[in-house]
């Protein structure tokens, strides 16, 4: 296979708008819409605690395409309804391809968004052309099944919950994280998407205050393992899947340090067109830290 031809250009802002999905209003973001219908639509589903707009850079390289980014629900500019099960996370995604009657869809996803991009593609497996996963929350079956065992070892909240909330602006945010992992790896530009976008005004109109509030990010976290069934969904996807995998936790609890991959390393053999490139010099912020490399992975299908 040649490798993909990158591109590396300045684009028009997305277009932002609300959809309704699964009963809850989601904000996506939208680009090259003109282009809509004349080829595949790539549909990028973000991390937890992340938000749609982390995606721009790797955006600038995928060239004149259409490209929908989503705000998940808790997330961003998106309702902060808890989800009551992580695949809500990908029925929300399934409602939105049929709400937007998308085809042809190159559904890409990382960490939490990779989970909830294998709901969607098992559950709207006709909408869906090819799926790349990055490094996924997907873990072995007898984790799942141990599920309590990780959550004995962080206790009743994860330490997302303590995050701080209230910033006084996005430039304040940028400084003090800069310098700090995992952010000090980030690209320069992601980082001020990751700032800039995720900060929301406080209502009160003193300064602002994170898109996605702490204790929805560490609810999110605390039942990242209570969806047994999505191996179910892995074996239903029956579309070409590429996962990207990256450097191995030493010991399950070292999956509180992000910067480890919480994929079951076997996850690729699972689908039934899978195949899997593992990276392990590479973090689980791969698409942050590098956005030329992440969209050379979605480009390599075509």
Not at 14 to 41: C, H, M, Q, Y
Not at 214 to 234: I, K, L, Q, T
Not at 240 to 259: C, G, N, Q
Request: aromatic share 8%; with cysteine.
């Amino acid at each position: 296979m040649s490798a993909p031809v990158l591109y590396r250009c300045t684009v028009a802002l997305p277009v932002e708008r609300r959809v309704s999905a699964n009963g809850i209003s989601l904000a996506i973001f939208e680009w090259r819409k003109d282009l809509r219908g004349r080829g595949d639509t790539i549909l990028l589903a973000h991390a937890t605690g992340f938000h749609a707009r982390c995606w721009d850079q790797v955006v600038r390289h995928l060239g004149e395409r259409h490209v929908i980014a989503v705000d998940q629900r808790g997330h961003g500019r998106s309702d902060k309804v808890l989800p009551v099960h992580w695949r809500e996370f990908g029925c929300d995604l399934a409602d939105l391809a049929r709400d937007l009657d998308l085809e042809q869809i190159v559904g890409v996803g990382h960490s939490m968004g990779g989970h909830a991009m294998t709901e969607a593609a098992a559950a709207e497996g006709r909408r869906f052309r090819r799926l790349v996963l990055i490094d996924p929350v997907i873990v072995s079956p007898e984790m799942y099944a141990s599920a309590h065992a990780f959550a004995d070892g962080i206790g009743t909240e994860h330490p997302a919950a303590r995050r701080r909330n209230r910033w006084a602006s996005p430039e304040e945010m940028i400084e003090r994280f800069k310098n700090r992992p995992p952010f000090d790896a980030f690209e320069a530009a992601t980082l001020r998407d990751y700032c800039q976008y995720g900060l929301l005004p406080q209502p009160a109109g003193h300064g602002f205050e994170l898109a996605c509030p702490p204790a929805f990010e560490s609810a999110v976290y605390m039942g990242s393992f209570g969806n047994a069934g999505v191996h179910r969904s892995v074996s239903a996807v029956d579309v070409p899947v590429l996962l990207v995998r990256v450097m191995e936790p030493p010991t399950p609890l070292d999956l509180l340090d992000f910067r480890y991959s919480p994929t079951w390393p076997r996850l690729a053999e699972r689908f039934k067109h899978g195949r899997e490139v593992h990276l392990p010099d590479r973090t689980h912020f791969l698409p942050m830290e590098d956005s030329a490399l992440t969209a050379s992975y979605i480009l390599a299908g075509e």
